[in-house]
């Protein structure tokens, strides 16, 4: 299949994932948000026949009256027509890995395998690859068995899990794909919460409901906890997505340090929004603070200081060649590195007017975190980003 096929399908499914992403993202953040809100029934005859809570809204030129029922209403029949919000998880999950599979599978020599960090053949990175997602969620799900009835034990050993996931796949994979890893098994832990327990547990209660048996709550809030669980992994996945644009975090050598503190920053984040959606207002002024703390803490561990000129000059002559060996095979008009249809980002390196032009971006990828050439696929040396960096110190003159 050429590059140029599997650029367009990346672009497609990226789109798709992109979008089934915003629709499961958007109705967990609106339930969550409708179950913090929820009142009292203002009727008794709402009370006697189940409701739970309920909440009066307006959007979009109307008004909704939403009821919530822990396990159906008592005084009339549950009506047949039930809308499932499953798809937009299972959308998302498979979107995401059909760009698994095009982007670090099939590339998994350039995307997956960094061989100063570990040398695999392409075969083993792929089996790990989907063997991380699978242990993952195994773990995971252990974990909420064993520790159900403990939340916060339960919750600090998933953190420590996934923490240990960021430690040991940037000692397996290429910076970039471990961060994109931690993310997808994030990703895969929630769509399997959904299919396996919280839509489970639905049908059981429903079946239930239908036959006219006791309603047992247990499945339902089940779900509910995993549901939360969802919730607060939410901005943690997110930040993997966007991470590729950011090679100043998974390049350090604190790479896995920097994602657990942003990590706790997002979750940090998010725990504060869902105090103050809750009715009584309910703050806790140190979440944001510590937040805060954690992205300070992430951004002190990133700091690289600039490179001093050398005393001895650079001329473009000397570092020409390295542009042209290490990063013109993937950065031109007409790439020769396999796997490339066009030039990464737009980034152009193939004369000295492009190399001058995006000096700077050279110097933050390649010299300051060795993000590029992805996963040194060219195989450029120690030596060659010092002559660069020094060139480049030295007001990249051409």
Known sequence: MSAYVIEWLDL??????????????GTSFYFVWLDDNLMRPRHET???????????????GGFYHNQKYLTGPTSEPLPE?????????YTTWISGVAMLALVYWVGASTFLIDPSVMALQPWQAILISFGSLVFGWLVYDTLCH???????LLGAAVFVFLAFCAWGLSHVFSAQAAYLHVGAIIGTIMVANVAHVIIPGQRKMLAQIRAGEPVDPVPGLRGKMRSVHNT????PVLFTMISGHYPMAYQSRYGWIVLVALGIAGVLVRYFFILSHERYGKRLVWVLPLAAFALIAAAALL?????????SPVAFAQVAPVFAQRCAVCHSAHPTESGFASAPDGVLLDTPAHIHA?????????????AMPLGNVT???QQERNEIGAWIAQGAKI
Do not use: C
């Open 232 to 235: 607060y992994l939410t901005l």
């Open 379 to 381: 195989g450029m040396t």
């Open 81 to 89: 027509n039930l809308h499932w919000f499953k798809w937009e998880a």
């Open 146 to 152: 064993v520790l159900e009835k403990k939340p916060l």
């Open 12 to 25: 497609i499914v990226r789109w798709l994932h992109f979008t089934a992403g915003v629709a499961w993202i």
């Open 358 to 370: 995006n000096a700077q971006r050279v110097q933050e990828q390649a010299v300051a975190t060795h």
């Open 46 to 60: 709402d009370t006697a026949g189940g409701v739970l809570g309920e909440l009066w809204s307006v959007h979009g």
């Open 303 to 311: 700091i690289v200081p600039r490179p001093t000129a050398s005393a």
